[in-house]
């Protein structure tokens, strides 16, 4: 069952950032690993390239980066930050939370800070999670914005030689600044669904508390990732139609009027196949994945931080997000794009100010 959730308050992104690590890693290189060419990953997935972090560089490093980006776009500080949310799962490590490390290096320290794992729908799932939290933030409450990031480091967790997973995947960060919005823009309402009876289509078998980590956990290959691809297709293929439909009932949205189509950046081909499928007659679908292949989490923000900043996204326009990953769950989010959001003419207003002092 899908759970629909209208928007409560008007909240909408009000920044957005990404950051990409600086080794691009081209089809060349992956092909010769996974014994496969060049032109079958361009073929089978639409991917040019991808980007793998750097030694030094984990999922919070990653993340606080895109996180630093969106706070300068939106022009908001550390102190206004109420809750630091992380969509991945690549943490740093089982536990803590990598959000808390992104709070620490922030200097966030009043935000509550937590992660959020529905695999690569986790960044809907998420940006679902802070919408809401930020309705119920009171009067007394000074900070007033929630950072959600989406970040993955999936090159550390591929088996380079399987040709199913090792050319779909690179290492990336997304962010979104959320806070108040203009009425009736922003989030007008998410979906989100979850078939668990599906669970084995996608996972790391080993390292928790049901496989814990081994000479023999090892030794088999159970820490590396694993896809029913063929599985995972027939999957998109249903589900995803249908969440659209959904969400854009639920909310009474017609699909004509939708401009922007941002869906999880999974496989450029597969994606391709089905959205003509989706019943968005008008609606752009932003897919970078040629570029950052499949980044997890961050996949959606970064195409929306890629859309901005291009000059893609007018005011006023209606925006689609759909994630969908492990697990098996699906999260659709609906926006109306705010390109002059409260806190913006807020600053241009303290602009303003500064410079008929300076005269």
């Given at each position: ?222 820490h590396f990732f694993k896809m029913r691809g ?38 450029g081909v597969m994606v391709g196949e089905v ?85």
């Amino acid at each position: 069952m899908t759970v629909y959730s209208p928007a409560t308050t008007a909240t909408g992104i009000t920044g957005t950032g990404s950051y990409l690590p600086a080794e691009i890693v081209p089809n060349a290189v992956v092909a010769d690993r996974a014994g496969v060419t060049a032109d079958w990953i361009v073929q089978k997935t639409g991917i040019l390239e991808r980007r793998h972090a750097a030694p030094h560089e984990a999922t919070s490093d990653l993340a606080y980066a895109a996180a630093r980006a969106a706070m300068d776009d939106a022009g908001i500080t550390e102190r206004d930050i109420a809750w630091v949310i992380v969509a991945t799962s690549t943490p740093d490590h089982p536990q803590p939370a990598t959000a808390c490390l992104v709070q620490d290096r922030l200097g966030a320290t009043q935000a509550a800070a937590f992660d959020i794992n529905a695999v690569c729908a986790g960044f809907v799932f998420a940006l679902q999670t802070g919408a809401q939290l930020l309705a119920g933030v009171g009067e007394r409450t000074t900070a007033k914005y929630a950072l959600v990031i989406g970040a993955d480091v999936y090159s550390r967790i591929l088996d380079h030689t399987d040709r199913r997973t090792a050319v779909l995947f690179g290492d990336g960060a997304g962010a979104v600044v959320l806070g108040p919005a203009r009425p009736g823009y922003g989030i007008l309402g998410t979906g989100t669904s979850t078939d668990g009876s599906l669970h084995g289509l996608i996972g790391v078998q080993a390292g928790g508390s049901r496989h814990p980590a081994s000479a023999g956990t090892l030794a088999d290959g159970q820490h590396f990732f694993k896809m029913r691809g063929r599985e995972v297709r027939a999957f998109v293929n249903e589900r995803l139609p249908l969440a659209v439909q959904g969400v854009l009932d639920a909310h009474g949205v017609d699909p004509a009027q939708v401009k922007h189509f941002i869906p999880h950046q999974a496989n450029g081909v597969m994606v391709g196949e089905v959205i003509p499928r989706l019943g968005l007659p008008n609606a752009h679908a932003h897919l970078p994945v040629d570029l950052h292949a499949n980044t997890g989490a961050a996949s959606i923000p970064l195409a929306l931080d890629h859309a901005r900043r291009a000059g893609a996204l007018a005011d006023g326009e209606l925006m689609l997000l759909a994630g969908f990953g492990g697990g098996m769950g699906v999260g659709t989010a609906l926006l109306r794009w705010d390109a002059e959001p409260p806190c913006r003419h807020a600053r241009h207003a303290a602009r303003e100010l500064a410079g008929s002092v300076a005269r």
